[in-house]
């Protein structure tokens, strides 16, 4: 067996592990419906109401996968606690904090989805309609920085860097020069 045989052979492997299955789902909730409200707002712009639709489809399905999501990051928070608390036991506090911490929030992708889809069956033609519209513009916003918040966070548990340095390693405006 070569290598790339090799390599594809453990992508998909690990595509059925919930530890990397979890990893998968996780930019849906900025770039998918970032790519969704994006879509929505120009279609609102130029008038198309299939676009319209698409980027409301988009939005709530990406929402929705908060479901999966966090069925994934259950089932593999056992085996990363186990491995985090051999020599790193505050990452595994954290990932668990963290879970519970979406558990509480999914709420918000749940409303999100609720709201994109009523103005998907409402359309944009009457006061509802219209309300459902901005509803969905300001919940998908929302959901956007609330995912960008818990990624950066998260990321804060594997990526040491992004912690703030100690004081004697501050960039000041001289070392920027």
């Not at 990893?23 to 198309?48: D, Q, R, T």
């Not at 069956?121 to 309609?129: A, E, F």
């Not at 959901?143 to 990526?159: G, R």
Request: glycine share 10%; charged share 15%; proline share 5%.
């Amino acid at each position: 067996m070569n290598q790339s045989e090799q390599l594809l052979r453990e992508f998909f492997t690990a595509l059925g592990s919930p530890e990397y299955g979890y990893l998968m789902l996780e930019p849906m909730f900025i770039y998918g419906i970032g790519l969704g409200l994006i879509i929505f707002l120009f279609a609102l712009i130029v008038k198309e109401p299939k676009s319209q639709m698409l980027g409301l489809i988009l939005i709530a399905g990406c929402a929705m996968m908060i479901g999966p999501y966090l069925n994934r990051r259950g089932a593999a928070e056992a085996r990363i606690v186990q491995v985090y608390q051999i020599d790193q036991p505050d990452r595994a506090e954290g990932f668990i904090a963290k879970t519970k911490n979406r558990r509480n929030a999914k709420w918000l992708y749940y409303l999100t989805a609720a709201v994109a889809i009523g103005a998907l069956l409402v359309g944009g033609k009457n006061k509802v309609g219209t309300g459902l519209t901005i509803a969905t513009i300001l919940l998908a916003v929302g959901t956007i920085f609330f995912s960008s918040v818990f990624h950066y966070n998260e990321a804060k548990l594997y990526h040491p860097n992004l912690r703030a340095p100690p004081a004697s390693m501050q960039y000041s405006s001289d070392t920027l020069r």
